[in-house]
Nanobody, 125 residues
């Protein structure tokens, strides 16, 4: 089993920045990649970023590319999501996820095996 704990959410004005953290514990050596997703009220869970366990490969949707950066501290088993130039449309609960499966895109929620509890991000206009 793998446990994921997110932190760093909060309230920020449009144009501001936040950095989310996700600490992984347990059988982390089985992990292939990690990702961030978000879900706003009444909407489906949306892909935000993915990173391979080694940190060598990342991916983003167009909606956040150039504003969000995913990174990983292997020594601390921690994944970060640096979010800049935040917009009210970025308001959502943000979830960290981990997958032990090879060969996926890293962009689909169904590819992930473990999920954190989520952290709320609210961007005011």
């Amino acid at each position: 089993q793998v446990q994921l704990v997110e932190s760093g959410g909060g309230l920020v004005q449009a144009g501001g920045s936040l950095r989310l953290s996700c600490v992984a514990s347990g059988r982390t050596f089985t992990m292939y990649a990690m990702g961030w997703f978000r879900q706003a009220p009444g909407k489906e869970r949306e892909f935000v970023a993915t990173i391979s366990w080694s940190g060598g490969r990342t991916g983003y949707p167009d909606s956040v590319k150039g504003r969000f950066t995913i990174s990983k501290d292997n020594s601390e088993n921690t994944v970060y999501l640096q979010m800049n130039s935040l917009e009210p449309e970025d308001t959502a609960v943000y979830y960290c996820a981990a997958t032990k499966s090879y060969g996926g895109t890293g962009r689909l929620a169904r590819e992930y095996d473990y999920w954190g509890q989520g952290t709320q991000v609210t961007v005011s206009s």
